[in-house]
Structures are given as structure tokens and as C-alpha cells.
């Protein structure tokens, strides 16, 4: 018999609580495996240490990631994975970087990046300028993590789609992190709602 699946929520208002308790058993119905912690530096530990050893690491454009020192943290020669990222961009011709940039993201162990909403409904709306991030959540890495923070909820489908793009991490930043899988296309945004166990393994932050 499968142990009850349960979340520590410790320091969260009432209200906070219940708001993410929908959310997460919403997000786990589609697929997706959601962790919370409190603060940037539990969100920089616990990706951390979801990252395979030796793994081809890549990531999109992401604030939230630089915000909570993951970066950085990747750029340490005890990181103890490969980093995609600095490969494709030390190469000096923009055609070939590109595509150098492509044939990493595809073919990482793990992508890392965030998200423009997380729903209480259990969907996911993603959003790039760029197009930079969608190609690594739908296609190629086996792991997806985002690492999104608790400003980041809203309460169903048409709200994440009115939330603006790129609104600022909460000061101190709590945290959640999700796993999810394939989803469909509206617009510019991606909407990540569709069961594939296995598929992603995210967190995100809160205020």
C-alpha cells in the first residue's frame, strides 16, 4: 500500500496553507511532483541535490535561478555535473550558437528553468520572449525542474493567463518545486497540464 503523500507547510498563514494544499494535489493529478521549502538557500540545496552526478545540466533565461544562487552554484567546479550553458555560449559565431544551444538543450539530463503561473487548478503557464525555455519543457530532457515562487499561484486557468510575464521573486523567497509534462500551446504561452509521470521534477517560492 502507497504512504500518503504529505507536505510540510510549517510558517505559512492558514490561508497560504490551503492555497497550496489545492495546488499541489491539483498539480499531482496532472503529473506533476511538487516539494515546497521555505527560503532561497532550501531551494538551492534541494535542487542541488535532484541533480544527477555527471549530468548534462542546461537551463533557459530565468531570474528565478539566478536570484536563488544556482547559477553560480553550476559554475563551481563542485558542481559535479556538466554545464551546458557556458559550451554554447563561448561559441563566438551567433548561427552556430544557436545551434549549439539547441543540440545541449535537447540533449541535457536535466533542464532547470520557472514559470509565468502556477494554477490552483493544476495547470502550469509558461512564457518566453525568446522561445529560449519551452523547447527544453516539451522536448528531449528527460527531467524537467522549475523553480517558481508562491507569488507565482493563482487561482485557475484565465488568471495565469492575464498574470504578467516575469513578475518579481517574493523578498526572502519560499519556495516550490514541481514536476509536470506535456501540455498545448495558446499563443506565446505554453500550458503545461497533461500526465506524464516521470516527466519533470520542480520547486517553488513564497512570501
Known amino acids: 500500500m502507497d504512504t500518503p503523500q504529505t507536505d510540510d507547510f510549517e510558517g505559512l498563514a492558514s490561508q ?8 499541489f494535489a491539483a498539480l ?11 527560503d532561497r538557500g532550501a531551494a538551492l540545496s534541494k ?10 545540466v542546461a537551463h533557459g533565461s530565468s531570474t528565478t535561478l539566478i536570484e536563488i544562487g544556482l547559477v553560480d552554484a553550476l559554475t563551481s567546479p563542485n558542481a559535479g555535473v556538466r554545464y551546458g ?3 554554447w555560449q563561448a561559441e563566438p559565431d551567433p548561427a552556430k550558437r544557436n545551434r549549439l544551444r539547441a543540440r545541449l538543450t535537447a540533449e541535457s539530463d536535466v533542464f532547470l528553468g520557472s514559470v509565468q503561473a502556477i494554477c ?5 503557464v509558461c512564457a518566453d520572449a525568446g ?8 522536448f528531449g530532457p528527460p527531467k524537467v525542474i522549475w523553480v517558481a515562487g508562491v507569488n507565482k499561484l493563482v487561482p485557475d486557468l484565465d488568471a495565469g493567463l492575464r498574470r ?35 516527466r519533470v521534477d520542480p520547486p517553488p517560492l513564497g512570501g
Open 16 to 23: 497560504d496553507r490551503a492555497r497550496l494544499e489545492r495546488t
Open 131 to 138: 522561445g529560449s525555455r519551452q523547447a527544453g519543457y516539451v
Open 85 to 87: 550553458n557556458p559550451e
Open 164 to 198: 504578467p510575464a516575469g513578475g518579481p521573486p517574493p523578498p526572502g523567497g519560499r519556495a516550490q518545486i514541481g514536476a509536470g509534462g506535456p501540455g498545448r500551446l495558446i499563443g506565446q504561452k505554453r500550458v503545461d497540464g497533461a500526465r506524464a509521470p516521470g
Open 47 to 56: 535542487v542541488l541535490g535532484m541533480l544527477p552526478r555527471a549530468a548534462l
Open 28 to 38: 499531482r493529478e496532472r503529473g506533476v511532483e511538487p516539494t515546497f521549502v521555505p
Open 120 to 124: 490552483e487548478t493544476g495547470e502550469v
